[in-house]
Nanobody
Framework: QVQLVESGGGSVQAGGSLRLSCAAS????????MSWFRQAPGKEREGVAA????????YYTDSVKGRFTISQDNTKNTLLLQMNSLKPEDTAMYYC???????????????????WGQGTQVTVSS
């Protein structure tokens, strides 16, 4: 079992930055695959960024490449998402997700993940 708790959401103007954190606890010692998803009102949940905590390259959806950076703080078992140059279309509820072992399915598909956080709201105004 893995427990996830997000924090760091808020309201910013377009062009601003936010950093989201996801504290993971439980069965994380063997390495887990973690991702950030987001869901805007009336839209489907979409994968934003993903990384394997045991080491590996990060993946990003096209709309955030060059603006968002996913990373991990191993000392604190925390997943981070640095979001720069935010746009109004980035407004959504952001969720942290995790799965173990290494997934064989689409890393940006919700069904791939077993564990989810409660979400943190990001609002970007123009």
């Amino acid at each position: 079992q893995v427990q996830l708790v997000e924090s760091g959401g808020g309201s910013v103007q377009a062009g601003g930055s936010l950093r989201l954190s996801c504290a993971a606890s439980g069965d994380t010692d063997r390495g887990i695959y973690m991702s950030w998803f987001r869901q805007a009102p009336g839209k489907e949940r979409e994968g934003v960024a993903a990384i394997y905590t045991g080491g590996g390259i990060p993946y990003y959806t096209d709309s955030v490449k060059g603006r968002f950076t996913i990373s991990q703080d191993n000392t604190k078992n925390t997943l981070l998402l640095q979001m720069n140059s935010l746009k109004p279309e980035d407004t959504a509820m952001y969720y942290c997700a995790a799965t173990s072992p290494y997934p064989s399915g689409d890393i940006f598909a919700s069904a791939t993940y077993q564990y989810w956080g409660q979400g943190t709201q990001v609002t970007v105004s123009s």
